[in-house]
């Protein structure tokens, strides 16, 4: 897939449309003089809004449109300090470079107040849990080992006890906002009489169905933290089946939450687009169409213009018609002596389909390793078609006698079939496997997964 094409996130992201000054004015005891940013996070990444030059430990940043809600932070090559801004947009923060987080004060921020209360005792929590940690390594029994690692639970469990009260404490504040994207949901008690499967499962679900409780979709201040980029994938990774199906049922839940903002659902659109561009997994491709059909070729997706839709266009045109699940598309070529030869004519329980082409060096190591898959499965109903792609007969030849290639041999040498656009052939080796109706059930896999991925097939038939 082009990966170029989907590199459009951080661009359909303002940073605050009304006009209004922000001012933050930062004091920084030991700083020398240097150059100091105002960034801020986004997903997994930090951007810089800012820039100015420190002089003597003080810097002011200001401009003539308001900060977005979310977490920020002071940059310099020796110094990094975090911060929120809310809708209080002129404030100041003084500090120290030895000591930033203990000696940092705040004047006319109460949200910053209340961040930093969170900032203190989450310090205290990391660094009691570290002195806790290195007590490990001079401990002679299990009973010390036990005594320590429960003294770090407690330890930890003071701090998810004291966000909770800091929570309640300010609920209309940005840091309640930011706790709920730390906290997860409880462990709770199944019911009795549930078997260990059905208490695991009952638990797994009680954690998915409440895993954005709290979680206000329509407040886009949830979207410059580095929490609410890992929430997303955790739910999409870790708590949904990785089957396309129930991926695309994740990703239609996320988006179409009620209440749900433009800028979070733009967001997460090209997040979960960019994810599946280029996916990982066999049939994940699926998900890339979904989210192109779905959000950008409908019309919801108004961040983008036509030059990119255009190219989602043309993705798709190339990704449909050989998703997994789909008819193989027809595949009407030679063999040898140039007699026509249908896809379609050949039974067979399973056909491999190995695309290839006769001047590629990783074609020339793995079509022995596929021949001799195919020598060790033909008698179970496996069949193999090695298609070159390229249209030189004399290589083409040459490339099966040196190789003793002893499965049907196809090519198109006279540019007759659409076949490498409609299998998507952008490199080589390419493999699909087909059922006896001639579905895919497998592409673009490694030739060593073949035996892994027939014998699971063969299973299945014995079932």
């Excluded at 661009?11 to 700083?31: D, K, N, R, W």
């Excluded at 433009?262 to 599946?276: A, D, G």
């Excluded at 952008?426 to 006896?436: F, G, H, N, W």
Aim: charged content about 25%; aromatic content about 12%.
């Amino acid at each position: 897939m082009r990966k170029h094409l989907y590199t459009i996130l951080i661009s359909i992201f303002t940073m605050g449309s009304s006009i209004a000054q922000y001012e933050i004015s930062v004091s920084i005891e030991g700083l020398s003089d240097t150059s100091a940013f105002l960034g801020y996070h986004l997903g997994k990444s930090k951007y810089i809004q800012d820039t100015t030059t420190m002089d003597n430990g003080n810097a002011v940043f200001k401009g003539e449109k308001s900060l977005a809600h979310g977490v920020y932070f002071l940059y310099t090559p020796n110094y990094f300090l975090e911060f929120v801004v809310t809708d209080e947009q002129t404030f100041s923060i003084s500090s120290d470079s030895k000591n930033p987080l203990l000696n940092k004060k705040v004047s006319g921020s109460e949200q910053n107040e209340i961040f930093l209360k969170f900032q203190v005792k989450l310090a205290e929590t990391q660094t009691s849990s570290k002195e806790l940690q290195e007590t490990l390594k001079d401990a002679t029994s299990r009973e010390d080992s036990i005594a320590i690692y429960d003294g770090m639970r407690e330890i930890d469990k003071a701090n998810k006890k004291f966000q909770v009260e800091l929570a309640e404490e300010y609920p209309e504040s940005y840091v309640a906002t930011f706790l709920n994207l730390i906290r997860k949901p409880e462990d709770i008690e199944a019911s009795e009489g549930l078997t260990d499967q059905e208490i695991r499962q009952f638990k797994f679900q009680h954690y998915k169905d409440h895993f954005f409780d709290g979680i206000d979709f329509g407040y886009e201040g949830i979207l410059r933290t580095p929490l609410f980029h890992d929430r997303i994938l955790e739910y999409v990774d870790k708590l949904t089946s990785p089957d396309p199906d129930s991926l695309i049922n994740a990703v239609d839940y996320l988006v179409n939450r009620e209440g749900i903002s433009p800028e979070v659902f733009r967001y997460i659109i090209v997040t979960l687009t960019n994810k599946f561009s280029q996916p990982k997994m066999m049939g994940h491709d699926a998900v890339f169409v979904h989210l192109a059909q779905n959000y950008y070729l409908s019309g919801r997706a108004t961040w983008a213009d036509e030059k990119v839709l255009e190219e989602f266009r043309n993705a798709v045109n190339d990704l449909r018609p050989n998703l997994i699940g789909e008819i193989a598309p027809s595949l009407d070529l030679l063999d040898t002596t140039l007699s026509p030869i249908s896809l379609y004519d050949i039974d067979a329980k399973y056909t491999v389909l190995f695309f290839y082409d006769p001047d590629c060096g990783h074609c020339k190591k793995q079509a022995p390793l596929a021949l001799d898959f195919y020598h060790e499965y033909r008698n179970e109903g496996v069949e193999a078609v090695g298609v070159c792609v390229a249209t030189d007969l004399d290589k083409w030849r040459k490339f099966i006698s040196e190789r003793s290639l002893d499965w049907l041999n196809l090519a198109d040498p006279f540019y007759k079939s659409n076949f490498r656009k409609e299998y998507n052939i952008v490199s080589t080796p390419t493999i699909y496997i087909l059922d006896k109706d001639k579905k895919i059930i497998g592409k673009r896999i490694a030739v060593e997964q073949l035996d892994e991925f027939i014998n699971a097939r063969l299973r299945m038939d014995g079932d």
